[in-house]
């Protein structure tokens, strides 16, 4: 009940995206996960829509990799709308505890997916509230790896 009422007074800051369609962000924040988890939405700039949306999740204890990042399941539902997708394009992000929308760069796995089917172009990220490439030089490793080798 305390976080329900903690959720409810949160504003939840949209992304700095024009839309067509009313789409509702408050159910992919959640104040206890926030710092974990990655938001992704593929938008059509031609009709201002959000095509699909959702977030990275953890993996179990028998799964091969710790969890399944934003960009990985973005890229596999930009690459379903094969012949559609000339016109989306891929955003990641996530939120502060407050609702604001802090950057999120790809990590040095994501960054070789990108590559690998050439999306550079098509991946991007809001710093400050603007809209800029997720794809930066030297990307870290991801938490999980950091982890892992220290």
């Known amino acids: 009940m305390k976080n329900e009422s903690l959720s409810q007074c949160i504003i939840i800051q949209r992304p700095p995206l024009k839309f067509k369609n ?3 962000f408050d159910k992919f924040h959640d104040p206890n996960s926030c710092n974990v988890s990655v938001i992704w939405c593929i938008y059509c700039k031609n009709k201002k829509r959000i095509i699909d949306m959702g977030e990275s999740r953890p993996c179990g204890i028998n799964h091969c990799q710790s969890s399944i990042h934003a960009e990985e399941k973005a ?3 930009f690459l379903n709308h094969k012949g559609k997708n000339k016109n989306y394009e ?3 992000w996530r939120w502060s505890k407050g609702g604001e929308i802090k950057t999120k760069v790809c990590c040095n796995r994501c960054t070789k997916l990108v590559q690998k089917f050439n999306l550079q172009n098509k991946i991007f ?3 400050n509230y603007e ?3 997720a794809i930066i030089n030297n990307p870290p ?3 999980a790896w950091q982890i892992k080798l220290n």
């Open 22 to 24: 009313n789409y509702c």
């Open 75 to 77: 890229i596999k539902t």
């Open 90 to 92: 891929i955003y990641v």
């Open 125 to 127: 990220t809001f710093n």
């Open 131 to 133: 809209r800029c490439s």
């Open 141 to 143: 490793l991801s938490l």
